[in-house]
């Protein structure tokens, strides 16, 4: 049997780590952020790249899902349209809680360029909206910012309460 | 030319063109002058009635009546050895004359001509569909009366192509605004939470020029931002970029810019 041996006197003498359940789940849940594949727009190739292995999404714990049962945070990456309204309400009400919404881009934010009969004005008067990013299209360096804002924001909320209601219903 | 108009409040009226401007036509010339096109014509002519015809822009224009539209599209796909319809549509004439000008653009390959095929209808009327003839013509019917609102007669599939099914107006008529009507601009509210939720989730902000410095809704505060819908004072500390909180993370080294190596290479 290997023998190893235990420094007793490093870490405050025990191999062991103590912590509060908040931070241990908070830990946990900030750190495998699983988003959902939703590129709507040009936006949608910036969130690709930023996934893909120059930018490196899954250092994070960042991992794309193709279900929105499995995904823990909607990133909005585009142009929101009106027929695509209805949409994304029956996407976000198919993630599980607790789910975060990054809305990603000025079409996602307010509508953008687009001032138009077919376009929603901004994604936040379908479904409640977590994290802003500004830019035409953001950079990949934006989002992962912008995951790690909302990663800062899990750890800040205590994990133990349910979720406070987030619709805007 | 366009009549001028001031436009020293460009940012807050975004547009300022004229929907009803008419643009000036290029020099037309006789279909004489091309043997081709004139050989076309004389064909066309010898079974069915032309109003008018004329070359354009190395085009020839043609214009015929409402109900001979299937008759010469068949006529010239079988017989002139015009075998593609690139695309049609509709132009609203509804404030000149209370009609639509229905235009067909035709390809020959063989011949490397191309001839543009109009007749008016008035309002309400619809047109005979060439869906059997030509198989573009599905697709561009539909966005036809998805957006003109004119039928097709003996049309396989006549809904809406680009709008939802429930949409209410034609986007493409010169009267409807580009910002949408009453409908439009309630459609996604009415249709998932229902017409009770319009005064909770509010009228959409259209003028996405506004820039305000003490509106925390319309992110225009970069480097102060705050948390939506806070009340802003005017003396909110610049907030400096950092990654993680300041005591550190459970479980996670603490990033150090200091020690962190910067790679200035691209291409390393």
Redesign the interface.
């Known amino acids: 049997m290997a023998q190893h041996k235990v420094n007793y006197t490093q870490d405050g003498g025990l191999p062991v780590?103590l912590?509060s359940i908040d931070?241990?789940v908070n830990?946990g849940r900030s750190?495998s952020l699983w988003a959902l594949t939703y590129g709507l727009a040009c936006c949608g190739i910036e969130m690709m790249a930023s996934g893909a292995s120059r930018f490196d999404f899954d250092r994070f714990g960042t991992i794309f899902r193709a279900s929105p049962r499995q995904a823990d945070v909607m990133i909005v990456a585009g142009t929101l349209t009106?027929?695509h309204?209805?949409f994304i309400?029956r996407l976000y009400d198919q993630m599980t809680e607790p789910r975060w919404v990054i809305s990603m881009g000025?079409c996602a934010?307010?509508?953008?360029?687009f001032?138009?009969?077919?376009t929603?004005?901004?994604c936040d008067?379908?479904i409640p909206?977590d994290l802003?990013l500004?830019g035409c299209a953001p950079r990949p360096e934006t989002l992962q910012?912008g995951v790690?804002l909302l990663q800062?924001k899990i750890?800040?909320n205590k994990a133990g309460n349910a979720q406070k209601a987030k619709r805007?219903? | 030319m366009r009549a001028y108009k001031p436009k020293d409040n460009v940012q807050a009226k975004a547009y300022y063109t004229d929907r009803f401007y008419v643009a000036p036509q290029v020099p037309k010339t006789a279909v004489e002058e091309d043997a081709v096109f004139a050989a076309d014509l004389a064909a066309i002519k010898a079974k069915f009635a032309v109003k008018e015809a004329y070359i354009q822009v190395e085009q020839m224009v043609i214009y015929i009546n409402a109900c001979d539209i299937y008759g010469v599209l068949e006529l010239m796909r079988d017989e002139l050895a015009y075998t593609q319809l690139s695309e049609m549509s509709a132009i609203d004439w509804l404030a000149k004359d209370n009609s639509f000008e229905i235009f067909y653009q035709m390809l020959s390959m063989t011949k490397r001509k191309r001839i543009r095929v109009k007749y008016f209808i008035q309002k309400g009327e619809a047109v005979d569909s060439v869906e059997k003839l030509f198989r573009s013509a599905d697709w561009s019917e539909r966005e036809m009366f998805d957006m003109f609102g004119i039928e097709a007669n003996n049309h396989p599939f006549m809904k809406r192509i680009l709008m939802p099914y429930d949409w209410e107006g034609y986007p493409l008529l010169k009267s409807y605004p580009l910002e949408g009507d009453e409908f439009a601009a309630w459609y996604e509210v009415d249709k998932i939470y229902g017409k009770e939720a319009r005064d909770i989730i509010g009228p959409e902000l259209r003028d996405t020029a506004r820039v305000d410095s003490y509106d925390s809704e319309r992110f225009a505060r970069l480097g102060h931002e705050v948390p939506k819908g806070t009340k802003i004072t005017g003396d909110e500390p610049a907030v400096s970029q950092s990654y993680q909180e300041e005591d550190g993370v459970f479980l996670i080294k603490k990033l150090d810019k200091e020690s962190s190596v910067i790679i200035d290479d691209p291409q390393r």
């Open positions: 780590a912590t931070k241990i830990w750190n009106k027929k309204a209805e309400k000025s934010n307010t509508g953008g360029m001032n138009t009969y077919a929603v004005q901004g008067r379908i909206v802003y500004p910012y790690m800062k750890r800040a805007l219903m």
